[in-house]
């Protein structure tokens, strides 16, 4: 078995710190974010352990997997493929909007921009819309011709080259900044890459959230820091930026949406909202480490829960399926052992992943059509997040007599 190449974090990525408590550790995993052709062998594996800083309180992976292993063209999140993920995005913009005043010729920077389906909701006629990506020219045909894709991990060098040094008046970063090793580098090059009036507009799983809801499929090789806004709020400080609005959202079971502004810039903070989210996690962390140990108390009993369910179904001869092919779900595969010893296949949207399997567990991914048509009696939902979205979408599966099981924050069969 190959294994990737990782390092141990010398010290916290935030603040140097070095005690790093563990909280848990899901085993030593095929890397999730690749889902390899026939005939090709599995992705490398690497330790996936969670840990927490001891004197800043960063929740963080204790190893980091060499960035290029895991983001290739066939890495294989799409941000459109999702009617929930498509709107929510556009909801993302609107909100953008109303606290950022934009007009034409204003630069709108995405960071990690995917397929560009966040820059598509700008729509503003003459905004200069930019993303940059490290698989940024895997998508260069699919977006507006007046969209810049820029194919580069971000930093102040790879945004002076895509903009010529011109400075944005909104950037955005959704579900890519706990992708980052350095982060203070990385909001460094924001804070000189955003205008004097400028805004960032952040938003990724919240930590907090994520302990709450037991959502341990959040952990994963790409998935390097996991914030809360203690956090966020000392980077920005670090860096001359301040937090001035924020927002939980649903999004991935679970979000923390930030807007931030150079400290000079006139934005009025929204002091009750901020305070609120502040107190609770003043209250949270006193309480450390219980929410930890709790957490990971959770995580086991969720493994315990689905397997003993699995098992009684699969001794019935019932088939399952699984539900949604994707990084997070390929953590709790491998972390539950769920292979195609007892699952059957697992159907897929996306057709760039369909004939392919999963790593680690290689479970043959087909379309939804093929797998309606093979008639399972259930579905195990990975991407439980979207669980409205999917009763809505099976409605004639559960009719017929099918089930979905959606296996977090408890387990629960539709």
């Known amino acids: ?56 309180g960063l929740v963080q992976l204790r190893d980091s997997v060499a960035r290029p292993s895991l983001y290739t063209y066939d890495y294989g999140y799409r941000s459109g493929i999702n009617a929930t993920m498509r709107t929510h995005l556009r ?31 700008f729509r503003l006629p003459g905004l200069r819309r930019v993303g940059i990506d490290v698989i940024a020219g895997k998508f260069s045909g699919q977006v507006p011709s007046d969209i810049v894709l820029w194919e580069a991990a971000f930093s102040a060098a790879s945004w002076a080259a895509a903009c010529d040094g011109e400075r944005a008046r909104l950037v955005t970063s959704v579900a890519v900044f706990y992708d980052i090793d350095q982060p203070q580098e990385t909001v460094a090059a924001i ?29 994963c090789h ?19 930026l301040r ?11 679970g979000s923390l949406r930030l807007a ?26 006193r309480a450390a480490p219980a929410p930890y140990t709790t957490f990971a108390a959770r995580v086991a009993k969720s493994r315990d829960d689905l397997l003993s ?48 399997r999963t790593p680690g567990t290689a479970i043959p991914i087909v379309s939804e059509e093929t797998a309606r048509q093979k008639r399972p009696d259930y579905f195990l939902v990975l991407p439980w997040q979207f669980r409205r979205e999917f009763i809505a ?20 069969i539709v």
Not at 32 to 38: A, C, H, K, V
Not at 194 to 207: C, N
Not at 326 to 352: F, H, M, W
Request: net charge positive; hydrophobic share 40%; proline share 5%.
């Open 91 to 121: 909801e993302l913009a609107g909100w953008a909007q109303r606290r950022v005043a934009l007009r034409a010729g204003d630069i709108v920077l995405d960071i990690g921009c995917n397929d560009g389906t966040l820059l598509q909701s």
């Open 393 to 412: 979408r099976e409605s004639a599966f559960r009719q017929a007599g099918g089930r979905l099981v959606f296996p977090l924050p408890t387990l629960e």
């Open 243 to 253: 937090v001035f609005d924020a927002a939980l959202t649903p999004c991935n079971g």
């Open 260 to 285: 931030l502004c150079h400290d000079g810039a006139g934005y009025r903070p929204r002091q009750r909202r901020l305070a609120r989210l502040r107190q609770l996690e003043h209250a949270a962390s």
């Open 309 to 356: 369910f699995i098992g009684r179904k699969t001794r019935c001869d019932k088939r399952i399926f699984v539900y949604g092919a994707s990084t997070k779900g390929n953590t709790l595969l491998q972390y539950c052992r769920l292979d195609r010893s007892v699952i059957t296949a697992a159907a897929e949207r996306n057709p760039e992943k369909v004939g392919r």
């Open 1 to 56: 078995m190959q294994t990737a190449r990782y390092q141990n974090v010398a010290g916290c990525r935030l603040c140097g710190g070095a005690d790093l408590d563990q909280i848990v550790d899901l085993g030593n995993q095929t890397l999730g974010s690749i889902f390899p052709r026939p005939g090709e062998p599995d992705p490398a594996r690497a330790p996936l352990v969670l840990v927490c800083c001891a004197r800043c």
């Open 222 to 240: 790409e998935h390097l820091t996991y914030y809360g806004l203690a956090q966020i709020e000392a980077l920005a400080a670090a860096n001359g």
């Open 191 to 219: 804070a000189s890459a955003l205008a004097p009036d400028g805004v960032w507009i952040i938003e990724q799983a919240y930590l907090w959230a994520m302990l709450q809801r037991s959502a341990y499929d959040a952990i």
